[in-house]
DNA sequence: GCAAAAGTGTTAACTTTACACCCATGT
DNA sequence: ACATGGGTGTAAAGTTAACACTTTTGC
């Protein structure tokens, strides 16, 4: 099989990390491989990046012929660089993780490489193409320590939601069960939501308040050097 | 001046970020570079990585043709990937960092591109070839986070050393001056150091017991999950 | 009226901080 | 004898953790 497969010369690429929040689940959007090698293997989207583009630049193009959105935040996350982890040559690739909202009316792909991109459970992952499961390992470990420290479940939910929903996401991502009170306490004592007017609509059951992160506050507490800590 | 300098292709290198303490300071070492470009600036150590040759390999090999150092701890950075940052050509740099143990004996570099390698205050560079500058920074400020939540302390000490002198370190690295109470109750604390039946030898004053930090036993607590925390 | 999730305070345990004096050694 | 850093404990303040019942809504 090698034998058939043509050879590049020394070059990086970029792996995307996404990260979404779905059916109470942590998802990881993975893409189907159609072309050699490990062809029909699923995968964690890529591509190579073009010599006259920069590595960032690279990592938003790629999520934006995945899912159709910009100005998405996205964090480098670690270089994997052994020599045979690619078969078709060296690559070396530069992986990065992002966050994205849930939206109403789902994802835009806007390239015919993402045809086949659909969420997976982050805990439970097939069994990938290349060095994948590790990258996609790395990404799930630093997305733990971040949530310590960082304010990210708001950007997993819609841009208004309940507080037992952000209480869920928090769970999902740390593995951990908390107590409502004491996560109550500490999420609106952080002074960073805004309640709305508004209540959910269409429950079995006592309509919960919606609320909204104020994003502003925080990229200036945060410049000031205010750490979340949840 | 661009036109004399020779084309490389797309390639990739490691530069390796290395910390020291001594003084009473954090240092970094650097080299003085005596090829085009950037010829006689100040840089960090790097080299390109070999096409057979796995980039973490590529950093010790860096850190040992620098140091004579073997086995050390090097743990990757950030990889810099602007399309501009080599004036030759496409060259993707992935930073490493590493601390290094101050000894009696010194450094023995391995390799002439050493030969004008020292140490220089980490709070006070020069300016730097390449996006350097940057680099070093990005180190910087990893290491005060790591410190923070990891015992490197210790790594730059003498592997025997007094309560003061770890102090010391971890003012130098965060900023901060710390209680010197509090600071001895928190590191014995943790159970990791072990004090010996010996002394500082030839000071003017009282002298201070020494202690050595057992690391099997930070390793093994480690794995099950403990977090050091100073 | 019942099932399901929303909302709400208090207390005890623990952790963190602030703080000052005597001791040993070399000159 | 003096200058220098070594070594030591306590109490107040603040933080975290544990815990259970009433309310609202749709069916």
């Known amino acids: 099989m090698a034998a058939t497969l043509k050879k590049l010369h020394s070059d990086f690429s970029v792996d995307c990390v ?10 990881i959007l993975l893409i189907d491989r159609n072309e050699a090698p490990f062809k029909e ?21 790629v999520l934006y ?12 996350l670690y270089t994997f660089g052994k020599v045979n982890r690619h078969p078709q040559g060296r690559v070396i690739t530069v992986a990065y993780y992002s966050i994205i909202r849930r939206t109403e009316d789902g994802l835009h792909p806007m390239s015919s490489f993402a045809r ?4 997976w459970p982050a805990n439970d992952l097939p069994k990938l193409a290349f060095d994948h499961n590790e990258i996609a390992e790395k990404a799930l470990q630093r997305l733990r320590e971040k949530i310590l420290v960082e304010p990210i479940g708001f950007e997993l939910l819609p841009k208004e939601f309940t507080l037992t929903q952000l209480q869920h996401v928090y769970e999902a991502i740390t593995g951990e069960d908390v107590d409502k009170r004491n996560f109550r306490k500490r999420i609106l004592g952080s002074d960073l939501l805004k309640q709305l007017n508004k ?10 308040y919606l ?20």
Chains 1, 2 share one sequence.
């Open 41 to 61: 293997w699923k995968a964690i989207p890529g591509n190579l990046v073009a010599k006259s583009e920069d590595i960032d630049h690279a990592a938003s193009r």
């Open 116 to 119: 086949e991109a659909y969420w």
């Open 199 to 208: 209540k959910q609509a269409g429950v079995a059951h006592r309509a919960a």
């Open 65 to 76: 012929e995945l899912t159709g959105l910009k100005d998405v935040y996205q964090e480098q």
């Open 18 to 27: 996404v990260f979404g929040f779905d059916e109470g689940e942590l998802k």
């Open 211 to 230: 609320y909204t992160f104020n994003e502003k506050k925080y990229k200036k507490l945060k410049n000031q050097g205010m750490i979340f800590g949840i």
